[in-house]
């Protein structure tokens, strides 16, 4: 059984960063497609990014160019990089992991999922 265990979320000023990380357990990490998602209050929950096993990785358009997800096989570990925050990335975030080895953005795509962590940006 997978379980995934997200932290590094916290509070933030609008143009700083943060790094989320995800620690995997169970399941074949190395091999299985990673991604983030995030959930605003009343919101549905967003695709933010992906990762697959080659190392090739996909954003959504409104995190592109700020975001970097990256992961550490050795750590079963999957990070996202959030810099030039925005009072709009204010959400709780996901990570979620699936046995499909292809680009996934949608949530239903995705086998597993952690309880998620709060990032709040102040302006």
């Known amino acids: 059984q997978v379980q995934l265990a997200e932290s590094g979320g916290g509070l933030v000023q609008a143009g700083g960063s943060l790094r989320l990380s995800c620690a995997a357990s169970g399941g074949t990490f190395s091999l299985d497609t990673m991604g983030w998602f995030r959930q605003a209050p009343g919101k549905e929950r967003e695709f933010v990014a992906t990762l697959i096993w080659s190392g090739y990785t996909y954003y959504a358009d409104s995190v592109k160019g700020r975001f970097t997800i990256s992961r550490d096989n050795a750590k079963n570990t999957v990070y996202l990089q959030m810099n030039s925050l925005k009072p709009e990335d204010t959400s709780v975030y996901y990570c979620?992991?699936?046995?499909?080895?292809?680009?996934?953005?949608?949530?239903?795509?995705?086998?597993?999922w952690g309880q998620g962590t709060q990032v709040t940006v102040s302006s």
């Open positions: 979620a992991q699936s046995r499909t080895r292809s680009i996934l953005t949608t949530a239903r795509q995705y086998d597993y």
